[in-house]
């Protein structure tokens, strides 16, 4: 059994995917949005990547969480900690739907995941992978506190920005 902790925040509560989640995460993986995340996807690929998030709580033993309307359970995107096999150093990474975006969803669900990434695993530092062209990715990370330094070559996703977030200590 893999154990995906519950954090609530003042509107979200971050929680493990569930089925009933598939067709929000999936229309948002098939849509134009998903283009600067290596997208769009097919429903068959989005059902990989959902069952990929889910297994990688049990691989990392952390992960990313369904963000949902704290008080409707809604689906608002995906937000947690993420470092597949290929990538630099664990990441914070977020993705919200089309409908929760422009509303601090996803900048309130990062900062719960820092907070978890810090406080409860231990991690003195994170990153956050970003397109230069997700303009508003790039926003977020400055919101967060995060500076630009260096870049990544993925050999599927190109050239990415590497955002290191603030230290632990410097959040103090």
Known sequence: MIDIPVIETARL????????????????????????LGGPYTRGQAFDQICSIIGHWHMRGFGRWMVADRVTDAPLGIVGLFYPEDWPEPEIAWSVFEDAEGQ?????????????????????????????ANTRSVA?????????????????????????????????
Do not use: M, N, V
């Not at 990062?110 to 992978?129: E, K, N, Q």
């Open 104 to 132: 601090g969803i996803a900048e309130e669900a990062a900062r719960a995941a820092r907070a978890h990434a810090y406080d409860t695993l231990g991690w003195t530092t994170a990153i956050s992978l970003i397109d230069p």
């Open 140 to 172: 977020l990370a400055q919101r967060l506190g995060c500076k630009d330094g260096e870049t990544f070559e993925h050999a599927a996703l190109g050239t990415l920005h590497i955002w290191r977030h603030p230290s632990p200590e410097a959040l103090s």
């Open 13 to 36: 509560r971050l929680r493990a995917p569930e089925a009933r989640d598939f067709e929000a995460y999936a229309a948002f993986r098939a849509s134009d949005r998903a283009r600067l």
